[in-house]
């Protein structure tokens, strides 16, 4: 049973670019939530998906965007990017039906901005 | 600011010790805590969780401990292993939806 998958691992971008990452949850979940690490600070909530909507989100800025497929993947769009995004950038999966229900995190993207 | 915090950013103990990483948190609407563990390149692993109906709960070589009084929360991990060396965040959500606010990390350093 595979867990919740991400890609790419590594990216490196150029100011003002635009990035894509992708996210495959664990098998039987049906809700992704994104969440922003930087280096040496805890994870920080972006949104989260459920039915193909943005149900809840966290303090980030419009550039920050997203989108949920009818397989239940997903995934995070960051547009203008900024030296300050760069950051690990963790997907977390869970079962809508189960309330609180741990997060099953994939390993992450690490988006280096130059 | 930040609503869940921790005390220690660093624990070194001995293979076999007892380990704490204590946590405290801001929000009295919180209703579910999680203690993670993060090893360097990967994505937080679950341990174990407390509903704030509780005061405590074991695992295996883990207990979490909960003090709503103080707005309190700790691990405890027994006869620590060099591979629980890692680092541990402390979440809490308010009120469904699974969105957790985390912690800054407790870096658990543990020598053979």
């Known amino acids: 049973d595979a867990g919740v998958t991400q890609s790419p691992t590594h990216l490196i971008k150029t100011r003002g670019q635009q990035v894509t990452l992708r996210c495959s949850p664990k098998s039987g979940h049906d809700t992704v939530s994104w969440y922003q690490q930087a280096l040496g600070q805890g994870p920080q909530f972006i949104f989260q998906y459920y039915e193909e909507e943005e149900r809840q989100r966290g303090n980030f800025p419009d550039r920050f965007s997203g989108h949920q497929f009818p397989n239940y993947s997903s995934e995070l769009n960051v547009n203008a990017l900024l030296l300050g995004d760069s950051a690990l950038y963790l997907c977390?999966?869970?079962?809508?039906?189960?309330?609180?229900?741990?997060?099953?995190f994939g390993s992450g993207t690490q988006l280096s901005v130059l | 600011g930040e609503s869940v915090g921790l005390h220690l950013p660093t624990l070194s103990v001995q293979e076999g010790d007892n380990s704490i990483i204590n946590c405290a948190y801001s929000n009295s609407a919180s209703d579910y805590f999680i203690w993670y563990k993060q090893e360097s390149g990967k994505g937080p692993q679950f341990i174990i969780d407390?509903?704030?109906?509780?005061d405590k709960r074991q695992g295996q070589r883990v207990t979490v401990l909960l003090n709503k009084t103080v707005k309190h929360l700790s691990l405890q991990i027994a006869a620590t292993q060099p591979g629980d060396s890692a680092v541990y965040f402390c979440a809490e959500n308010i009120g469904g939806y699974s969105t957790l606010t985390f912690g800054k990390g407790t870096m658990l350093l543990v020598s053979p």
């Open positions: 977390a999966s869970n079962r809508e039906i189960a309330t609180n229900e741990k997060l099953f």
């Open positions: 407390i509903r704030s109906n509780m």
